[in-house]
């Protein structure tokens, strides 16, 4: 969901109240609010954090600004979003108080059980990013230092 001012923040605030109110039934798995790095950031991180990969197609985010490319918009900021990963059986639920709400959505991927991340576009038919999660969410390697301790002696010059 995009919010685009006040108006826009409010219906996507009605669609989560109202997915809440669903109890159990709330097909709204997590959010995750869009800030700095854009949906490059989001995106993986809201799957990561579910134990998850994801494939999304780039040509389904969400674009209104012709002249920027939809990889410049999958990076910036200027356009806050949410992101919200659904139940894939909670979909229509969403889609329909979206629909009531007057509230925009995109669905623009799908999480999956491999551990990778892929973003294809179909424009170009080939894949921009493709990548195991690990190289964006693993722990960099230690460094190993071999230090050789000199007793203080060994500084002394001899002439």
Partial sequence: MQRNGEEIQRRAQEVIDRCTALGTANPILSIHDVG???LSNA??????DA???GRFELRDVPNDDPGMSPMQDLVQRGQERYV???????LETFRTLCERERCPYAVIGTATEAPRLTVEDR????RPVDLPMN?????PPK????VVRESP???HRTD
């Fill in 36 to 38: 700095a790095g854009g």
């Fill in 43 to 48: 995106v993986p991180e809201i799957v990561h």
């Fill in 51 to 53: 134990g998850r990969g």
């Fill in 84 to 90: 919200l990963a659904i139940a894939a059986e909670g």
């Fill in 123 to 126: 424009q170009f038919d080939n």
């Fill in 135 to 139: 190289v964006l969410f693993g722990k």
């Fill in 143 to 146: 460094i190993l230092r071999d």
């Fill in 153 to 155: 002696d060994s500084f």
